[in-house]
């Protein structure tokens, strides 16, 4: 069994700045590939960015340039850190992993991946 626990959420004003963790635990193969995700009320779940065990990494075109996506892998930790951050950044953010074979990039379906966090909350105020 595979749990993520999201951390780093909070409220932040427009140009500032937030690090997201996701601790992991349950085998290393079901994190080949990690992500993160973010919901909006009334909108889709949308990919925001992606990382590989091996540290390829994708973005959202809406982030690239203002996040950052890495892992510890000797500590089972994905993050996500967030600059210039924006109003529309305001979302429920989800750490999500997937196994070998996971389609691993931002623009992959929610529904390719197989382990979900419970959420943190990000609002950006202007």
């Known amino acids: 069994q595979v749990q993520l626990v999201e951390s780093g959420g909070g409220s932040v004003q427009a140009g500032g700045s937030l690090r997201l963790s996701c601790t992991a635990s349950g085998p290393t193969y079901t994190t080949a590939c990690m992500a993160w995700f973010r919901q909006a009320p009334g909108e889709q779940r949308e990919g925001v960015a992606t990382i590989t065990s091996d540290g390829f990494k994708t973005y959202a075109d809406s982030v690239t340039g203002r996040f950052t996506i890495s892992r510890d892998n000797a500590k089972s930790t994905l993050y996500l850190q967030m600059n210039s951050l924006k109003p529309e950044d305001t979302a429920m953010y989800y750490c999500?992993?997937?196994?070998?074979?996971?389609?691993?990039?931002?623009?992959?379906?929610?529904?390719?991946?197989?382990?979900w966090g419970q959420g943190t909350q990000v609002m950006v105020s202007s």
């Open positions: 999500a992993s997937g196994p070998f074979g996971t389609y691993c990039a931002s623009s992959t379906s929610h529904v390719a991946f197989a382990y």
